[in-house]
């Protein structure tokens, strides 16, 4: 019923920036968060950033001052501003909504098949 696409992600040089994408799709009435998660293979799934639909803003300590997320409601499209990267980012990114569904009752949560950043030293 929702389908999230990421893309941006790719091969960067530490110190370098890259920006992510993610729209959203489907039977969609409206989306209360957006956010993106990381996960490398050692470590769980991580939140990483967070925007309400208020543009309220939460972000991962290891991030902030690097990290910039911000949305687009008319296109149901989020943003991931990365800057001063770092080989530690590197990871599989994905995108996640908090989806209320048109016509249809309750909400779900909806996830991208994720995109890979890469940060060389």
């Known amino acids: 019923q929702v389908q999230l696409v990421e893309s941006g992600g790719g091969l960067v040089q530490a110190g370098g920036p890259l920006r992510l994408s993610c729209t959203a799709s489907?039977?969609?009435?409206?989306?209360?968060?957006m956010g993106w998660y990381r996960q490398d293979p050692v470590k769980q799934r991580e939140l990483v950033a967070a925007?309400?639909?208020?543009?309220?803003?939460n972000y991962a300590d290891s991030v902030k001052g690097r990290f910039t997320i911000s949305r687009d409601n008319a296109k149901n499209t989020v943003y991931l501003q990365m800057n001063s990267l770092k080989p530690e980012d590197t990871a599989v990114y994905y995108c996640?909504?908090?989806?209320?569904?048109?016509?249809?009752?309750?909400?779900?949560?909806?996830w991208g098949k994720g995109t890979l950043v890469t940060v060389s030293s």
């Open positions: 489907g039977n969609i009435f409206s989306i209360r968060t």
């Open positions: 996640n909504a908090d989806v209320v569904l048109r016509g249809v009752p309750g909400r779900i949560d909806a």
């Open positions: 925007i309400t639909i208020g543009a309220g803003t």
